[in-house]
T-cell receptor, first 111, second 114 residues
Framework: EDQVTQSPEALRLQEGESSSLNCSYT??????LFWYRQDPGKGPEFLFTLYSAGEEKEKERLKATLTKKESFLHITAPKPEDSATYLCAVDSGAGSYQLTFGKGTKLSVIP | DTAVSQTPKYLVTQMGNDKSIKCEQNLGHDTMYWYKQDSKKFLKIMFS???????INETVPNRFSPKSPDKAHLNLHINSLELGDSAVYFC?????????????FGSGTRLTVV
């Protein structure tokens, strides 16, 4: 059974204070690892897909990296608008996407 | 132009009632899903439909039934609602087999059973 564990559960940062979120996973065969952002009262919004170890993706202040056992979401010089819950999910199924989600990391960036 | 739309956004109902949540996508995706997000914010898949065929059905009570009149719609019917059904239900869609963007989610329906 696929498992996704995210840490920490919650993270408070001062504006400009860089940090990383962790997503460790156990799957039979990784077809893709996804990062989503979820704002209160809204559905998750796609950020990145990573397919193989060593791959990196960047978007503004966010950078996602992937190893064989975990993924990191690095946040550089965060701003208050980066506050949200960040969800990690893996797809290991044959056929249609069958995403297994972690419980998320709630990020709060304080001005 | 909303990609995945769900209605209603909020639903408050009494125990024992039967209710439906509607979902529509205009992305031309092949597969649609229903996810449940509980009070701990954990997203768990309930169902998915691909070309009108149910292809995932996790351990969900029989009181829940998905219905897809066509490729763009996947509705969720819930019979004999229970207190434990209170949660946020998300509809999502994806391009089957391809598409590096994973799912596109709707904005959710917050169901409260009293």
């Amino acid at each position: 059974e696929d498992q996704v564990t995210q840490s920490p559960e919650a993270l408070r940062l001062q504006e400009g204070e860089s940090s990383s979120l962790n997503c460790s996973y156990t799957v039979s065969g990784l077809r893709g690892l996804f990062w989503y952002r979820q704002d209160p009262g809204k559905g998750p919004e796609f950020l990145f897909t990573l397919y193989s170890a060593g791959e990196e993706k960047e978007k503004e202040r966010l950078k996602a990296t992937l190893t064989k056992k975990e993924s990191f979401l690095h946040i550089t010089a965060p701003k208050p608008e980066d506050s949200a819950t960040y969800l990690c999910a893996v797809d290991s199924g044959a056929g249609s996407y069958q995403l297994t989600f972690g419980k998320g990391t709630k990020l709060s960036v304080i001005p | 132009d909303t990609a995945v739309s769900q209605t209603p956004k909020y639903l408050v109902t009494q125990m024992g009632n039967d209710k439906s949540i509607k979902c529509e996508q205009n992305l031309g995706h092949d597969t649609m899903y229903w996810y449940k997000q509980d009070s701990k914010k954990f997203l768990k898949i309930m169902f998915s439909y691909n070309n009108k065929e149910l292809i995932i059905n996790e351990t969900v009570p029989n009181r829940f039934s998905p219905k897809s009149p066509d490729k763009a719609h996947l509705n969720l019917h819930i019979n004999s609602l229970e207190l434990g059904d209170s949660a946020v239900y998300f509809c999502a869609s994806s391009q089957d087999e391809t598409g590096p963007r994973g799912y596109t989610f709707g904005s959710g329906t917050r169901l409260t059973v009293v």
